[in-house]
């Protein structure tokens, strides 16, 4: 009997299981950038990016984060907890990059004194815009608690993984996390830890490894997924 898909997004389609408190997540080739202004695929994107992530998911729970990763079931999919997902994207830049520069004059590469912390609506209509804390608090989007929660969680993430990069010749610049709450009220975190959703550099180079690559036009995208997978392999 074929499951009951739930939700197909970008990069991803979630369908239903047996238990109500588990999904599974199928990791799509579709390749989007600028808010799906630029779409294309990207060979094996699925698989590799399945793959990093159920690493990642593992590194960043040794060091405390539970996240929604329960087992990888294929090459291609996870089996996850089922999550009411948070309407705001939280984004941690240790460099500067990408639509900081763009905002805020930074020069590209420039290392931030400590690790900061940014946070945008989740709204395809909207752009995904960049919100303050007032933002959140006015449109009700999460509670300070959970604001406080998630933020905490989002550092630990990326001291867990700056290290794991670093330790690999790899510089993590900054990374795009999803959180939302499991059925028995843990906050988690979610979607996936990726060449998708973090920028990442070789450390010597500085070649980009990452989704910049395709929203750039730098070709090699294929090359530079399997190389972090190789890498977060090793």
């Known amino acids: 009997m074929t499951a009951e898909q739930l939700y197909e997004g970008k990069a991803k389609i979630v369908y239903a299981t047996d238990d109500p408190k588990q999904v599974s997540q199928k990791f ?16 094996d994107k699925g698989v590799r990016n399945a793959t990093i992530s159920a690493y990642l998911f593992r590194v960043v729970e040794e060091a405390g984060v539970p996240t929604q990763l329960i087992e990888q079931t294929a090459d291609d999919t996870l089996l996850t907890h089922y999550l009411d997902m948070f309407p705001v994207e939280v984004v941690v830049r240790n460099f500067a990059a990408g639509s900081i520069v763009k ?3 930074f020069e590209e590469g420039q290392k931030f004194s400590k690790p900061m912390v940014e946070y945008f609506l989740k709204d395809d209509s909207l752009g995904d815009p960049l919100i303050t804390c007032a933002h959140i608090e006015e449109l009700g989007l999460i509670t300070t608690d959970e604001r406080n929660e998630i933020k905490e969680l989002a550092l630990r993430v990326n ?56 929203r750039q036009d730098l070709g090699g995208v294929e090359d530079a997924y399997a190389e972090i997978l190789e890498r977060v392999k090793s």
């Open 28 to 43: 799509k080739d579709d390749a989007t950038a600028f808010d799906g202004k630029k779409k294309g695929s990207i060979a």
């Open 103 to 105: 905002r805020l004059g």
């Open 159 to 214: 001291e867990a993984l700056s290290g794991f990069f670093a330790e690999r010749g790899i510089i993590l610049v900054d990374f795009k996390l999803e959180f939302g709450r499991d059925k028995d009220g843990v906050i988690r975190l979610g979607d996936e830890i990726s060449p998708d959703t973090c920028r990442l550099w070789d450390a010597e180079t500085k070649k980009k490894l990452d989704k910049d690559r395709f």
